[in-house]
């Protein structure tokens, strides 16, 4: 094949290597990785801001499974897409930000360039697993290609690539071949068997999953059942096991009384999780058992919570096979269903009263949405609240801003997912204020015409840091901003609009929503009566 612009080949290597759909916004900066995409096969989605662009990425990866893939431009556009990057860290998320960055004569010399940076490579390390600067093109074809073999192999993390724009430009040779993707590490056979041993001895095994462990929920599930085993899981866990499991505590870390019922095990099992302050917020799990922790990531299994057997290795397999060892035997533990239902009733009751209003509303939103719904929520109450009382019947339907904690997340996000799944029922939810960060991706939306209901939840202030202040002894301050029409702004993007009175009303919305052409912004507010 004859030599054509760099920027050409990475579109080009990119779709042989599985990718469908870019996000982001062109530049004069990178304008030549525009000039392969459609010749690629690959869809280009152009976001309003390149933080919508990030986000984007991130939820369609989350939809997918697949890597969520931005192109930005060198400065301003790659500083607007760290916060994604960041998010991506915190939650696992397989991101490849690829941008340009001033030509090669240029780099460092502080020249005042058009989006100069004093080290644009050394800026997006910080919220990324690696950020690395292509000199030439065989470094850009390896770059790419390391990324994608550590997505299959290791704890997906976002990376960033950046090319010079006069390299972007130079002709290069056609990319190589795919190498064979690396494999997950497996947990030791030796580690394994102890696991096994150690769970047939205990009388109150509690297993703990984290989002880590996802893949394996059905060995999961079949594995608790077997050994009659409590659980619990973070966040990101949510769905591993069924919510209707008698001994299934549910989504419960968070709250301090969870320690309580964590120190009646005799053996705790940590599969994928992180254990990490936005999961407990405690510094402690509150345990006095052994523990068995598995994970992917070393640095987990290093951290301030360390494990009597600490297992390194991918917890999907890991799962099944332990599932194989303790097969055929007749456990029976002192775990009761009526315990489990007695402090998960007390969560509940918690949850509801900590932000009052929100739990019949999330109750009536899990009514009307179909099985299978997938659901991207903003740093909102609202979304507070439903991760801890919404059923999920099977794990990543619900994805969330964990570890990070960005708001604007919801909206771009879910436009993500409905691009990765049109086929699949999407819902954003949003809070008043984090809304205006991302509120312009709604002109995308629109442009595709997806069918995405779009919750607002609308009290009128950060009602979240008024409650922080109050409990703090704090005059509550600077929590109140000026809020626009919602409907009407809805309205002049071309998206549909409702403000629903009652819960029949939302319920009705959000089923319209689904069938619609197009984006529905379904404006709620806490005077929405039953």
Known sequence: MSKRPLGANISHMLKARGVDVIFGIPGVH???????????????????????????????????????????????????????????YSDSVPMLVISS????????????????????????????????????APAAYRLVDKAFMEFSSKRARPKHIQVPIDVLGSMADA?????????????????????AEWLLGAKRPMFVFGGGAAEGFEAARKLVRLMRAASMCSFAG?????????????????KADSAAELAKADLVLCIGTELSETDLWRDQLGYGAPMI?????????????????????????????????VEGHNKVTEWSAAEVAVAKSAFAEEADAARQGIAPICAAMAEALPKGTLIYSDMTQFAYVSKELYPL?????WHHPYG????GYGLPAAIGGKIGRPNTPVVAIAGDYGFHYTMQELGVAVELGLSLPIILWDN???????????????????????????????????????????????????????????????????????
């Open 175 to 195: 990319p190589p071949d795919q190498p064979t993707p690396a494999a997950k590490p497996l947990a030791r056979p030796e580690d394994i068997a102890a696991a």
């Open 30 to 88: 990178n304008i030549e990785l525009y000039r392969g995409i459609e010749e690629a096969g690959i869809s280009h989605v152009l976001a309003r801001h390149e933080q919508g662009a990030g986000f984007m990425a991130d939820g369609y990866a989350r939809a997918t499974g697949k890597v969520g893939v931005a192109y930005v431009i060198t400065g301003p556009g790659l500083c607007n897409i760290m916060t994604p990057m960041g998010q991506a």
């Open 393 to 397: 019947d099977r794990p990543n339907l």
């Open 238 to 254: 949510r769905g591993i096991i069924a919510p209707d499991y008698p001994l299934n505590y549910g989504p419960c870390l968070s």
């Open 404 to 407: 990070f904690g960005a708001l």
């Open 101 to 136: 960055c001033l030509e090669t004569k240029d780099t460092g010399m502080g020249r005042g360039r058009l989006h100069e940076m004093r080290d644009q490579e050394a800026a997006a390390a910080t919220v990324c697993d690696w950020s690395m600067t292509a000199p030439d």
């Open 460 to 530: 009128g202030k950060l009602k979240e840091i008024e409650d922080s202040m109050v409990a703090s002894q704090i005059a509550p301050n600077a929590v109140i901003a000026r809020n626009p029409d919602f409907c009407a702004l809805a309205r002049a993007f071309g998206a549909g609009a409702v403000a629903p009175e009652t819960l029949a009303d939302f319920q009705k919305a959000l089923k319209d929503a689904l069938k619609a052409d197009g984006p529905t912004l379904i404006h709620v507010t806490p005077q929405i009566t039953g």
């Open 293 to 325: 922790r598995v994970d992917l990531d070393a640095h987990s299994l290093a951290d301030d919570h360390v494990a009597d057997l600490p297992i390194m290795g991918d917890a999907a397999a890991f799962l099944s096979d332990l599932c194989d060892l």
